[in-house]
């Protein structure tokens, strides 16, 4: 998709048909893709601190480097390696955040190692920001920041990336989590009568409105790591504001709310329940696509193939519809295709290798096939120098004769040293025509 200024351009050419068409109806409109909102308002509320530039230097520094991997596995004694950041969709990077507290201290174990010149110097600048953070007494309490509001959306971002008619609870969900990012930083008699209507013009930037510094919840993990550092959370604040102003959120539902109007109102108000299904098709954002994204993230691993990443989601979407693992029912069926699964495996090998081959002798022929006609093209070449050499020793020939003296051995000469050049030409035919046949026959052969 192109961005939302061409998008929302686009909408309005087609409202403005629309409205030509029907008599100046309109299309209902709810606004862009409340998700990205999202992940743009938390992104707003972290760059700051340039934690992207710190999670994507423990990536890079890593990832793809064997012997670096190596020295780091030899003096860490750890096998977890940090995960791949992800600069457009910020509230997916929990799982980055999470391994990167989980791999720190092995982080300082590998840069002390380098430090002292037991391992080699990288030399690389994602090296160099690890360092450079490493100093810095505030990063780990800005990343436990970062996981303890990253997870407060969590729910809500599962939630709306489905296919269902969630759209009416949409606006009370937004509030819902908004209030519950103000209740960090907010005085509770503040919020504790505010409606979601009087919810956005709320001045967080007005200091009566705030707590006190020392009562602001930054969370359990960031308030453990700031203990023992000559800092207080007082340097935590500002990303609380920067945050707050943005954001919005949601609930749950057991029974979907088609389901549930369905049952009420579809007999008893047939024209009122076709109204209710046109407005449960409003879409509530790109959900499906940004599922499909986070469902991806999550089976995708390094260097894994697009057949292997197409069977992944089959099965994971075949588990969805069920409800879980243990609700997928094992038929005979499934148990078949389970037991026969290395076979089928060992006929794809069969025919991948078949088709390498059968490509790798289509690649073959196709040269052969090029050289041959490039042969011909020079045989056929060398057929017109000998022919145009005989006519010009021909005809300095005939003009020989009626000549006397030195002129008539002086053409004479030339016509003889075109002769001698057309024999030459002669025989290297001779030889084109051999290698002609000779790769012909290995053609054919092929």
């Not at 710190?54 to 003096?75: C, F, G, Q, S, W």
């Not at 969590?154 to 709306?160: G, V």
């Not at 002086?410 to 025509?433: G, H, P, Y």
């Amino acid at each position: 998709m192109d961005g939302p200024n061409v998008n929302f351009k686009v909408f309005d050419l087609f409202q403005s048909d629309y409205a030509d068409l029907y008599g100046g109806s309109r299309l209902i409109s709810v606004g862009s893709c409340g998700l990205h909102t999202l992940h743009n308002a938390f992104k707003t509320g972290f760059s700051m601190w340039q934690v992207d530039k710190l999670l994507k230097a423990i990536h890079t520094l890593l990832h793809n480097v064997p012997a670096r991997r190596e020295d780091y596995v030899k003096t860490t004694k750890s096998t977890l390696f940090p995960l791949a950041f992800c600069g457009h969709r910020w509230l997916e990077n929990l799982p980055v955040v999470e391994r990167a507290l989980g791999i720190w201290s092995s982080l300082l174990v590998y840069t002390n190692a380098v430090k002292t010149k037991q391992l080699p110097h990288p030399g690389t600048a994602s090296f160099d920001v690890i360092e450079d953070a490493q100093k810095d007494p505030l990063t780990v309490p800005k990343l436990q920041f970062f996981r303890s509001v990253a997870q407060l959306f969590d729910p809500f971002l599962r939630k709306y990336q489905t296919e269902e008619p969630v759209m009416p609870f949409l606006g009370k969900d937004l509030a819902k989590l908004i209030k519950s990012l103000m209740h960090r930083f907010v005085k509770r008699e503040v919020l504790q009568d505010i409606t979601t209507a009087q919810l956005p013009n709320l001045d967080i930037a007005e200091k009566k409105n705030l707590m006190q510094v020392h009562c602001v919840d930054i969370g359990l993990g960031a308030e453990a790591a700031l203990k023992g550092t000559p800092f207080s959370n007082s340097s935590m604040l500002r990303c609380l504001w920067s945050v707050g102003m943005k954001i919005s959120s949601p609930s749950s539902q057991c029974k979907r709310l088609d389901v549930f109007l369905h049952g009420f109102i579809s007999k008893a108000y047939p024209e009122l329940w076709a109204f209710c299904q046109k407005l449960l098709l409003l879409s509530h954002g790109q959900a499906s696509v940004e599922r499909g994204f986070s469902v991806n993230k999550e089976i995708e691993t390094e260097n894994m193939q697009e057949d292997t990443l197409v069977t992944h989601r089959l099965v994971c979407d075949y588990v969805a519809i069920h409800g879980g693992v243990t609700r997928v029912p094992l038929t005979n069926d499934l148990l078949k295709s389970v037991m026969a699964a290395r076979s089928r495996y060992r006929l794809h090998l069969d025919e991948q290798r078949k088709r390498k081959e059968a490509e790798t002798q289509g690649k073959k022929r196709a040269h052969a096939e090029e050289h041959l006609q490039d042969l011909k093209v020079k045989r056929d070449s060398l057929h017109k120098v000998i022919e145009s050499l005989g006519k010009d020793a021909d005809a300095l020939a005939e003009e020989a004769e009626g000549k006397a003296g030195s002129k008539m051995a002086q053409l004479l000469s030339k016509s003889n040293a075109l002769r001698r050049a057309a024999k030459d030409k002669l025989s290297q035919l001779k030889n084109l025509e051999t290698e002609i046949a000779t790769k012909s026959a290995e053609l054919r052969s092929m």
